[in-house]
């Protein structure tokens, strides 16, 4: 990892960064990424053990609770404790060894945590606030088992406090896990309804027409669809109250 680019960022200002990162020993990570639809969502706990990191859990898509299953099996984990169930969403209070979260990593580098971390597939994405640019570049160098990838980075300033980063607690963090948890005909349905312009007033496309762009019957699209919009526009509606 090399977090380059320090030009126009006054010392002694906080930093805001948003990371990807795939490490070896995680305990999520080889669940979702062998989990089509499946998610995490988490945030530390406030206990505290001289060996063990505490963490709350959301873990939602198809099968939510046989990911919790999977995970349970993982190297590094030393308990789950199930707090609520649902079909396709869970909630987990669990520890595990420091060395399997990359977020345990970055807080103990002295970031501060901007918004819950994210699992989905291969990698986590960490949004991290650093108290200043020195803090951030003590952190930038190579942590063994740990593959740091930069997707941005900003000062923190008045404006961050107004932008869309910290919207993610009114919705926008729960948009990425819903929408993950689409179906890939779910998401293929949705993704070609907007692009065709099925949203649009006049409707520029009927279902019958994406039906048959995507080889289905009317019905199973139309089916498709509505799973897709019954999961989604309950989060998009909630985003508009802040846009």
């Known amino acids: ?28 990570i080889p669940v979702t990424e062998r989990m089509d639809g499946v ?3 988490s945030v530390p706990a406030n206990k505290r053990t001289p060996d063990r990191i505490t963490f709350y859990a959301r873990i939602s898509g198809p099968g939510a609770p046989q990911a919790v299953e999977r995970m349970r ?8 404790d199930l707090l609520c169930r649902g079909k396709e969403h869970v909630f987990v209070y669990a520890e595990a060894d420091p060395v399997c979260s990359s977020l345990y990593s970055c807080l103990e580098a002295g970031a501060l945590l901007n918004e819950p971390a994210l ?23 190579e942590r063994p088992g740990f593959d740091f990838r930069l997707r941005s980075k900003k000062p923190f300033d008045e404006e961050s406090l107004s932008g869309l980063a910290t919207f993610s607690k009114q919705g926008f963090t729960q948009l ?14 949705f993704d070609l309804a907007v692009q065709r312009g099925y949203y649009h007033e ?4 009927t279902v019958t ?10 019905s199973t699209c ?7 919009e019954a999961k989604l526009m309950p989060v998009l509606g909630q985003l508009m109250k802040y846009l």
């Not at 960022?9 to 960064?17: D, N």
């Not at 139309?222 to 897709?228: G, T, V």
């Open 209 to 218: 027409e994406l039906a048959f762009e995507t080889g289905v019957s009317a």
């Open 119 to 141: 699992t989905i597939g291969t990698h986590d994405t960490l949004s991290l606030i650093f108290p200043d640019q020195d803090a951030l570049k003590r952190f930038d160098s």
């Open 202 to 205: 006049p409707q520029k496309i």
């Open 222 to 228: 139309a089916e498709h669809l509505r799973k897709a």
């Open 39 to 41: 998610s995490m969502v």
């Open 73 to 80: 099996k993982q190297a590094g984990i030393r308990r789950i």
């Open 176 to 189: 990425k896990t819903v929408s993950s948890s689409l179906s890939p005909a779910q998401r293929e349905a």
């Open 1 to 28: 990892m090399a977090l380059v680019g320090y030009e126009g960022m006054a010392a002694g200002k906080p930093v805001l960064v948003e990371l990807d990162v795939f490490h070896e020993n995680c305990f999520a």
